[in-house]
């Protein structure tokens, strides 16, 4: 139901969007979530985006990450500015939707420095 696309390999100080589509209306999940899991690593927790547009994000993420929505796409996205090594990982996407929860495929990051 849910697709994450848009990684790669990006330089240090670089900037990436990253995009969440779903194969219906996105606006059928209450909210949609981004988190990341970087190599040896535990999955984390990066922000989510709630049905009313409302965002809230981990307090590592505060700043540099920016989550949105388009409508006519039916998509999130996930922005990251300045990257940094540390910020390699694998982005997931998840979406709630009653009482289940959908998780689409990751896309890797690598920052290089």
């Known amino acids: 139901q849910l697709q994450a696309s848009g990684g790669g390999l990006v330089q240090a100080g670089g900037s990436l969007r990253l995009s969440c589509a779903a194969s219906g209306s996105i606006f059928s999940f209450k909210a949609v979530a981004w988190y990341r899991q970087a190599p040896g690593k535990q999955r984390e927790w990066v922000g989510r985006?709630?049905?009313?547009?409302?965002?809230e994000y981990a307090a590592s993420a505060k700043g540099r990450f920016t989550i949105s929505r388009d409508r006519a796409k039916n998509s999130v996205y996930l922005r990251i500015n300045n990257l940094n090594p540390e910020d390699t990982a694998v982005y997931f996407c998840?979406?709630?939707?009653?009482?289940?929860?959908?998780w689409g495929q990751g896309t890797l990051v690598t920052v290089s420095s």
């Open positions: 985006i709630i049905g009313s547009g409302l965002t």
């Open positions: 998840n979406g709630a939707k009653g009482s289940s929860t959908f």
